[in-house]
């Protein structure tokens, strides 16, 4: 399994929790980890804002975005399958934090919806809004 994680923010996180939480997302989608690359990216709201601003047109900062890697871009055929990439902002997600969350849980949580983006799921409408929390909470509970 690949599941690349680059920090580029000053809090220190379970690196290894935070890489679990993506690989029980695809564990529960019926995905095989060994077989597919990820790659996470903890960052700020700076970058996240000029990310939304220019992949969404949205200018204002975000929790996470995800980007699915495009296999027409492949130089050459991988044995792996790379699902593409997720930027978290710790700076967003730390807002969201309570007595009963943790960044490191905020953070988590946040993985396992970028994944779920990743693998075609949708929270633009009520109901693919719901089916995403329903499932992430699902994952959730399984770490």
């Known amino acids: 399994m690949a599941i690349l994680l680059q920090s580029l923010y000053k809090t220190k996180l379970n690196t290894r929790a935070l890489k679990d939480a993506a690989k029980e997302a695809l ?3 019926n995905e095989n980890p060994d077989r ?3 790659s996470i990216v903890l960052s700020d ?8 601003r220019d992949y969404r047109g949205i200018d204002k900062p975000t929790d996470v975005l995800s980007f699915c890697q ?6 050459v055929k991988s044995e792996k399958r790379i699902l593409g990439d997720i930027i978290i902002s710790l700076d967003t997600a730390a807002l969201a ?10 953070t988590k949580w946040l993985i396992i ?3 779920l983006h990743l693998l075609g799921y949708d929270d633009e409408t009520e109901n693919g809004y719901n089916e995403m929390v329903e499932k992430g909470l699902a994952i959730f509970e399984r770490l």
Request: aromatic share 6%; charged share 40%; net charge negative.
């Open 36 to 38: 597919i690359e990820v």
């Open 113 to 115: 919806h970028g994944v």
């Open 27 to 29: 564990l529960f989608e």
């Open 45 to 52: 709201d700076a970058e996240l804002q000029r990310l939304n």
């Open 97 to 106: 934090t309570s007595d009963s969350r943790s960044l490191e849980d905020e």
């Open 70 to 75: 495009d296999e027409d871009f492949m130089p």
